[in-house]
């Protein structure tokens, strides 16, 4: 029992002397003169954020249809304010920093309550700016405590504990570190690759002076070039050999080769489509199956379809090389449609036309060129005449446009106008017997 009573003893004594310590410290001028500049930068940093939050800089948001570089500087401006407060106190707390180190050797309370207050900037800034919510999950539970520990000067210990836990596995040495990493920064320039890649695609697009298959193939280029840069940049981050993309490519190469030519033909397939422009964003398709929609999307893999009734259909690449389809718009969004109806024999044939064209000249949409509205006789039927008739107008009779409608009521009024009738169908039953004989 006596290692106990020794054990006990010399914890007796580091309490003692920890206890002495940290009284002799907390009733030092020091400690009062940090303590005072903490308190200090605190009041301070509310009354400087207050004053600020008045400037109309910071307290009237920018006109939301202003454009320019005011506008901008005006709206960045706007989105500081809620970090006013968290900013001036890291700010005043580096100036207490240096006023305690002039008097004192030591500030390490007032470090202490800075790397606390950056801390709290970099949670007011990401809930700020990051919208997304998986990117802003992995800023508060990644970024802040990677920051927490830079700001206490503990992140190289960390990082070099992590990296000691490995896995061996021949040439290749897997690290909790090298994981870690990994994952963070495959993330983030995975997002910050979408939102380049978005915004870049959308300014080329917005270039009126090139024409709208050449928009679509730059857009594709930029795209590919900007994530073979990331691909690049992620290499270098995570500290390995560019030289080993040489034997990863040769490997791609034959997994191209065996396992993914559909994938291959059909990135192919797009990069040809874009150079050829026999499709182009806007073009309303009709596949060789009956499938139809405009096209919404021109993807490196695949084509999506938009169909009139909100469907999206999913096109591979290749089918549009090696398949027969319709494209109804590409060099013209003109189409000529028709319209059939029936009137009467007791109609005179050689007024109907005159009538109905004149009918359907008058719909907005009814164009003069190339023709101009014709009244056709097709054939006498059943029950009346038959006629058709053919009209141009720009776009398609489906979805918002609905041509035929109007056509066949402005068929309908001009009829109805002009004394003109649509006959029902109607059967003639003869007996030729006549009745049986009644029972007796």
């Given at each position: 029992m006596d290692w106990l009573t020794n054990i006990f003893s010399n914890w007796r004594a580091w309490r003692d002397?920890?206890?002495?310590?940290?009284?002799?410290?907390?009733?030092?001028?020091?400690?009062?003169?940090?303590?005072?500049?903490?308190?200090?930068?605190?009041?301070?940093?509310?009354?400087?954020?207050?004053?600020?939050?008045?400037?109309?800089?910071?307290?009237q948001p920018p006109a939301p249809d202003a454009t320019g570089l005011r506008a901008r500087i005006d709206r960045l401006l706007f989105s500081l304010r809620d970090l006013l407060k968290p900013l001036?106190?890291?700010?005043?707390?580096?100036?207490?920093?240096?006023?305690?180190?002039?008097?004192?050797?030591?500030?390490?309370?007032?470090?202490?309550?800075?790397?606390?207050?950056?801390?709290?900037?970099?949670?007011?800034?990401?809930?700020?700016?990051?919208?997304?919510?998986?990117?802003?999950?992995?800023a508060i539970w990644v970024g802040i405590p990677a920051a927490t520990l830079q700001v206490f000067g503990l992140f190289d210990e960390v990082a070099g504990w992590l990296d000691s836990v490995s896995l061996s596995v021949g040439n290749i040495r897997l690290s909790v570190w090298f994981m870690l990493k990994a994952a963070v920064f495959?993330?983030?320039?995975?997002?910050?690759?979408?939102?380049?890649?978005?915004?870049?695609?959308?300014?080329?697009?917005?270039?009126?002076?090139?024409?709208?298959p050449t928009r679509e193939l730059f857009a594709k280029l930029f795209e590919l070039a900007l994530y073979f840069l990331i691909f690049i940049l992620f290499m270098q981050?995570?500290?390995?050999?560019?030289?080993?993309?040489?034997?990863?490519?040769?490997?791609?190469?034959?997994?191209?080769?065996?396992?993914?030519?559909?994938?291959?033909?059909n990135f192919i397939s797009g990069i040809i489509i874009l150079l050829e422009r026999s499709l182009t964003v806007g073009d309303y398709i009709e596949l060789e199956d009956g499938k139809a929609g405009i096209l919404k999307q021109l993807n490196m893999r695949a084509s999506v379809l938009e169909t009139f009734d909100g469907k999206e259909i999913v096109v591979p690449n290749e089918k549009f090389i090696t398949t027969r389809f319709v494209n109804?718009?590409?060099?013209?969004?003109?189409?000529?449609?028709?319209?059939?109806?029936?009137?009467?024999?007791?109609?005179?044939?050689?007024?109907?036309?005159?009538?109905?064209?004149?009918?359907?000249?008058?719909?907005?949409?009814?164009?003069?060129?190339?023709?101009?509205?014709?009244?056709?006789?097709?054939?006498?039927g059943d029950n009346g005449i038959d006629f058709a008739v053919e009209f141009?107008?720009?776009?398609?009779?489906?979805?918002?446009?609905?041509?035929?409608?109007?056509?066949?009521?402005?068929?309908?009024?001009?009829?109805?106008?002009?004394?003109?009738?649509?006959?029902?169908?109607?059967?003639e039953v003869r007996l030729l017997n006549g009745p049986p004989p009644a029972a007796s």
């Open positions: 002397l920890a206890l002495d310590t940290a009284i002799e410290w907390l009733t030092s001028p020091a400690f009062y003169m940090q303590a005072g500049a903490i308190v200090l930068a605190w009041f301070a940093a509310l009354f400087i954020a207050r004053w600020l939050a008045r400037r109309p800089m910071f307290s001036a106190l890291v700010l005043l707390l580096a100036v207490g920093i240096n006023v305690v180190e002039s008097m004192y050797a030591n500030a390490l309370l007032v470090r202490l309550a800075q790397g606390l207050a950056v801390v709290w900037l970099l949670y007011a800034a990401i809930n700020r700016y990051l919208t997304q919510p998986l990117v802003r999950k992995a495959g993330g983030l320039f995975y997002w910050l690759g979408q939102m380049t890649s978005s915004a870049g695609q959308q300014a080329i697009r917005r270039q009126e002076a090139l024409e709208r981050v995570l500290g390995l050999d560019l030289t080993a993309l040489a034997i990863f490519g040769g490997a791609l190469g034959v997994g191209l080769g065996f396992g993914l030519q559909q994938i291959a033909a109804w718009t590409h060099d013209d969004p003109r189409q000529r449609y028709e319209v059939e109806f029936t009137v009467s024999y007791e109609t005179d044939p050689h007024r109907v036309p005159p009538i109905i064209e004149a009918a359907v000249s008058r719909h907005p949409r009814v164009l003069q060129e190339p023709e101009k509205p014709d009244c056709e006789l097709r054939g006498f141009w107008v720009e776009g398609l009779d489906d979805g918002p446009n609905k041509f035929s409608s109007d056509v066949l009521f402005l068929v309908w009024d001009a009829l109805k106008e002009n004394g003109i009738t649509i006959p029902y169908p109607r059967r």
